[in-house]
C-alpha cells in the first residue's frame, strides 16, 4: 500500500482527518477542470442542435457537429464526459473521508449527495412540466413538444448516471482501501463482460452505465491519493499514449465505432480509456492549471459559474431547445443547417442562451447552496433516505428505457419533489469529544454538517 502516499511522505488518511478538523481548501485546479468541461459541454451542444420544420409539417432534429466528417476525430479530445467522472471520483472521496472523520455514515453521504443533485433538476421538471403541458392545450404541434421535451431528458441521463456513480463512493471507497488494483480490475472487467454481450442481449448494454462511470470514478480515487502525483511526466505521457494506442487498436479493427457520440450512450470501454488518458493529462497539466487558478479574474469567473454548475449543466440544453423550437413557429431567418451562415449564427446562438441562463440562475441558483441545518437536527432514518433514492432512479430508467414524455415529465418532477421531502435537513453526525479540560456550557454542541469553509462536501 506504499503507492498510496501521496509523493512518498504522506499519508492521506493522516491528511484526510487533519484536514477534516482544521478545515480543508477547495483544490482550484479541479474547480478550473470542472469549469473546463461544463463549458465545452455548452459550447458543443449550440454547435450541434439544429431543429428542422419540414413542408409537411413535420420536425427533426439534425447533429450537424456528427455530420463533419472532421469531427470525428476531434471528438477524442473533446469528449470531456469521462473527465467529469475522474473530477466526481477526486472530490467524492475526499468529501467522504473527511465526513467519516466527522463522524458521518453512508447514510449522511447518500443524504447530502442526493440533496446537492435532485434539487436543481427537480426545479427544471416542476418548469417543464406545466410549460409543455401548456403548449400541448394551446395546440403547439406535438413534434415540437416532443422535441422541447427531449431537450430537458438529454441532461437528465448524466444525472442519473453521476448519481449512481456518486452514491457507490463510501461501497467503493472501502473496497478501494482494501485492494485498489483488485477493485478497478473488476470493475474493468465487468465492463468487457457487458460489452461482450450487449450484442445477444442488447438491454444488458445499460448495466455499462454503472460500470463504466463507476471505473472511471476510480481513477479520480487514485488521483485523490497521490498515485499519479508521484510519476514522472514520461510515464504520464507514456499512460496518456498507451491508453490512446489501445483506444486506436479496438476501433480501428471495428471492435467499437470511432465516434465518440456513439460510445457514450451507452458507454463502452472506449470510455474508460479516455478515463484513463484524461486523468493522465490531468495530472500532467496540473502544475499549468495551478499557475492559471492565480490569475483572479479566472478564479472569479470559475467560482460564479462553480457555484450554480449543476443548474447550468440542467438548463442550457432545454433552454436551447426550447428556443429553437419556437423560432421554427415563427418567421425568425432559419439558415439550413452546416451552410456558412448558419455557422456565423452560432456566436448568436450561444449568447442567447447564456442570456436566458441568466433569470434562471437568479431563480433556482440557490438550490445549488449546500444544504444546512438548524443545530438540533436530527439525520434522517436510513429507510428514508434508501426510499428517496428508488424514487429519485425510477422515472430516471423510464426514460432511458422509453424515452422521456410530458407525462413522465409531470411524474418526473412529482418523484423528485417526494425524494426531497423525505431527504428533509442534512444529519449531524455524533461528534467524538475533544480530550482536554471539560468545555463551557453550550460548547460542546456539534456543529452543524458540513462544516463552514467545506463547501466541497457537497460539490457535485
Same mark, same amino acid.
Given at each position: 500500500?506504499?503507492?498510496?502516499?501521496?509523493?512518498?511522505?504522506?499519508?492521506?488518511?493522516?491528511?484526510?482527518?487533519?484536514?477534516?478538523?482544521?478545515?480543508?481548501?477547495?483544490?482550484?485546479?479541479?474547480?478550473?477542470?470542472?469549469?473546463?468541461?461544463?463549458?465545452?459541454?455548452?459550447?458543443?451542444?449550440?454547435?450541434?442542435?439544429?431543429?428542422?420544420?419540414?413542408?409537411?409539417?413535420?420536425?427533426?432534429?439534425?447533429?450537424?457537429?456528427?455530420?463533419? &466528417?472532421?469531427?470525428?476525430?476531434?471528438?477524442?479530445?473533446?469528449?470531456?464526459?469521462?473527465?467529469?467522472?475522474?473530477?466526481?471520483?477526486?472530490?467524492?472521496?475526499?468529501? +467522504? &473521508?473527511?465526513?467519516?472523520?466527522?463522524?458521518? !455514515?453512508?447514510?449522511?453521504? *447518500?443524504?447530502?449527495?442526493?440533496?446537492?443533485?435532485?434539487?436543481?433538476?427537480?426545479?427544471?421538471? #416542476?418548469?417543464?412540466?406545466?410549460?409543455?403541458?401548456?403548449?400541448?392545450?394551446?395546440?403547439?404541434?406535438?413534434?415540437?413538444?416532443?422535441?422541447?421535451? !427531449?431537450?430537458?431528458?438529454?441532461?437528465? +441521463?448524466?444525472?442519473?448516471?453521476?448519481?449512481?456513480?456518486?452514491?457507490?463512493?463510501?461501497?467503493?471507497?472501502?473496497?478501494?482501501?482494501?485492494?485498489?488494483?483488485?477493485?478497478?480490475?473488476?470493475?474493468?472487467?465487468?465492463?468487457?463482460?457487458?460489452?461482450?454481450?450487449?450484442?445477444?442481449?442488447?438491454?444488458?448494454?445499460?448495466?455499462?452505465?454503472?460500470?463504466?462511470?463507476?471505473?472511471?470514478?476510480?481513477?479520480?480515487?487514485?488521483?485523490?491519493?497521490?498515485?499519479?502525483?508521484?510519476?514522472?511526466?514520461? +510515464?504520464?505521457?507514456?499512460?496518456?499514449?498507451?491508453?490512446?494506442?489501445?483506444?486506436?487498436?479496438?476501433?480501428?479493427?471495428?471492435?467499437?465505432?470511432?465516434?465518440?457520440?456513439?460510445?457514450?450512450?451507452?458507454?463502452?470501454?472506449?470510455?474508460?480509456?479516455?478515463?484513463?488518458?484524461?486523468?493522465?493529462?490531468?495530472?500532467?497539466?496540473?502544475?499549468?492549471?495551478?499557475?492559471?487558478?492565480?490569475?483572479? +479574474?479566472?478564479?472569479?469567473?470559475?467560482?460564479?459559474?462553480?457555484?450554480?454548475?449543476?443548474?447550468?449543466?440542467?438548463?442550457?440544453?432545454?433552454?436551447?431547445? =426550447?428556443?429553437?423550437?419556437?423560432?421554427?413557429?415563427?418567421?425568425?431567418?432559419?439558415?439550413?443547417?452546416? !451552410? *456558412?451562415?448558419?455557422?456565423?449564427?452560432?456566436?448568436?446562438?450561444?449568447?442567447?442562451?447564456?442570456?436566458?441562463?441568466?433569470?434562471?440562475?437568479?431563480?433556482?441558483?440557490?438550490?445549488?447552496?449546500?444544504?444546512? =441545518?438548524?443545530?438540533?437536527?436530527?439525520?434522517?432514518?436510513? =429507510? =428514508?433516505?434508501?426510499?428517496?433514492?428508488?424514487?429519485?432512479?425510477?422515472?430516471?430508467?423510464?426514460?432511458?428505457?422509453?424515452?422521456?414524455?410530458? #407525462?413522465?415529465?409531470?411524474?418526473?418532477?412529482?418523484?423528485?419533489?417526494?425524494?426531497?421531502?423525505?431527504?428533509?435537513?442534512?444529519?449531524?453526525?455524533?461528534? !467524538?469529544?475533544?480530550?482536554?479540560?471539560?468545555?463551557?456550557?453550550?460548547?460542546?454542541?456539534?456543529?452543524?454538517?458540513?462544516?463552514?469553509?467545506?463547501?466541497?462536501?457537497?460539490?457535485?
Amino acid at each position: 500500500m506504499g503507492f498510496l502516499r501521496h509523493g512518498g511522505s504522506t499519508d492521506p488518511a493522516k491528511a484526510v482527518a487533519g484536514q477534516a478538523a482544521t478545515g480543508a481548501r477547495r483544490d482550484p485546479v479541479i474547480d478550473i477542470a470542472r469549469f473546463f468541461c461544463l463549458t465545452l459541454v455548452v459550447l458543443s451542444h449550440c454547435m450541434m442542435v439544429s431543429p428542422v420544420l419540414h413542408a409537411d409539417g413535420t420536425v427533426t432534429t439534425e447533429n450537424t457537429l456528427m455530420e463533419q &466528417r472532421w469531427f470525428e476525430p476531434v471528438l477524442w479530445c473533446l469528449q470531456v464526459m469521462p473527465l467529469f467522472f475522474v473530477l466526481g471520483g477526486i472530490t467524492g472521496l475526499e468529501s +467522504w &473521508r473527511r465526513l467519516q472523520a466527522r463522524g458521518g !455514515t453512508g447514510v449522511d453521504y *447518500a443524504q447530502l449527495r442526493l440533496l446537492r443533485l435532485i434539487r436543481p433538476a427537480t426545479a427544471l421538471l #416542476a418548469v417543464m412540466f406545466p410549460g409543455l403541458f401548456a403548449a400541448q392545450l394551446l395546440g403547439v404541434h406535438p413534434q415540437v413538444v416532443q422535441l422541447m421535451a !427531449t431537450g430537458a431528458g438529454m441532461p437528465l +441521463w448524466f444525472l442519473a448516471a453521476y448519481l449512481a456513480a456518486q452514491l457507490s463512493v463510501p461501497l467503493l471507497a472501502r473496497l478501494h482501501g482494501h485492494a485498489p488494483w483488485l477493485t478497478v480490475s473488476a470493475l474493468v472487467a465487468a465492463v468487457i463482460a457487458v460489452d461482450s454481450l450487449r450484442g445477444a442481449f442488447p438491454l444488458i448494454a445499460s448495466l455499462n452505465m454503472v460500470f463504466v462511470w463507476c471505473a472511471v470514478q476510480q481513477f479520480g480515487f487514485f488521483i485523490a491519493d497521490g498515485f499519479l502525483a508521484g510519476r514522472s511526466s514520461g +510515464w504520464l505521457v507514456g499512460l496518456v499514449a498507451g491508453s490512446n494506442l489501445l483506444l486506436g487498436l479496438i476501433t480501428g479493427a471495428g471492435v467499437y465505432s470511432g465516434n465518440m457520440i456513439v460510445n457514450l450512450n451507452p458507454p463502452n470501454l472506449c470510455m474508460l480509456l479516455l478515463g484513463l488518458s484524461q486523468a493522465a493529462t490531468l495530472q500532467l497539466l496540473r502544475p499549468g492549471v495551478a499557475w492559471l487558478a492565480r490569475v483572479r +479574474w479566472v478564479m472569479w469567473m470559475v467560482a460564479a459559474a462553480g457555484r450554480r454548475s449543476m443548474t447550468i449543466y440542467l438548463w442550457h440544453l432545454p433552454l436551447l431547445v =426550447a428556443m429553437t423550437g419556437l423560432l421554427l413557429l415563427s418567421d425568425f431567418p432559419k439558415p439550413a443547417a452546416g !451552410t *456558412a451562415a448558419w455557422w456565423w449564427a452560432r456566436p448568436l446562438v450561444l449568447l442567447a442562451v447564456v442570456l436566458l441562463l441568466v433569470p434562471v440562475l437568479l431563480l433556482c441558483g440557490r438550490l445549488e447552496e449546500r444544504p444546512t =441545518a438548524a443545530v438540533h437536527a436530527r439525520g434522517r432514518a436510513p =429507510a =428514508a433516505v434508501v426510499t428517496a433514492g428508488v424514487v429519485v432512479f425510477i422515472p430516471m430508467l423510464d426514460a432511458a428505457l422509453n424515452g422521456l414524455s410530458v #407525462a413522465l415529465l409531470g411524474g418526473g418532477a412529482a418523484c423528485f419533489m417526494l425524494a426531497v421531502l423525505l431527504l428533509g435537513r442534512v444529519v449531524e453526525p455524533a461528534q !467524538t469529544p475533544a480530550v482536554g479540560p471539560p468545555a463551557k456550557p453550550g460548547a460542546g454542541r456539534p456543529m452543524p454538517l458540513p462544516e463552514p469553509g467545506l463547501r466541497a462536501n457537497v460539490e457535485s
